[in-house]
């Protein structure tokens, strides 16, 4: 049974640092594009970051470029998302997300995507 478990969430202050983890199991993944999306109250489900199925390209949603990093370990079976200068804005449920075989991560289209963990959450106070 396919399982992602994000984990690493919590409250943080603005301007703080986390970094979020997301363990998947029951198969390896080594060949699927991956990504993190977020959703807060009240919105849809937003793209955030996504790795390719190599992981040598990265894509980042516009209001995070320069302050988040997603990157995957194959041998830990784990992809990360690195989250700094948080801001208040950034508040939401986290979900890691695993895309089609060799598939560069970088559609925004949530269902261009096939596996999903339960999401984390993320709370920035001002």
């Known amino acids: 049974q396919v399982q992602l478990v994000e984990s690493g969430g919590g409250l943080v202050q603005a301007g703080g640092s986390l970094r979020l983890s997301c363990a998947t199991s029951g198969r390896t993944f080594i060949t699927n594009a991956m990504a993190w999306f977020r959703q807060a109250p009240g919105k849809e489900r937003e793209f955030v970051a996504g790795v390719s199925w190599r992981g040598d390209n990265t894509f980042y949603e516009d209001s995070v470029k320069g302050r988040f990093t997603i990157s995957r370990d194959d041998a830990k079976n784990t992809m990360y998302l690195q989250m700094n200068s948080l801001k208040p804005e950034d508040t939401a449920v986290y979900y890691c997300?695993?895309?089609?075989?060799?598939?560069?991560?970088?559609?925004?289209?949530?269902?261009?995507?096939?596996?999903w963990g339960q999401g984390t959450h993320v709370t920035v106070s001002s």
């Open positions: 997300a695993v895309g089609g075989r060799y598939h560069s991560g970088s559609s925004y289209n949530p269902s261009d995507y096939i596996y």
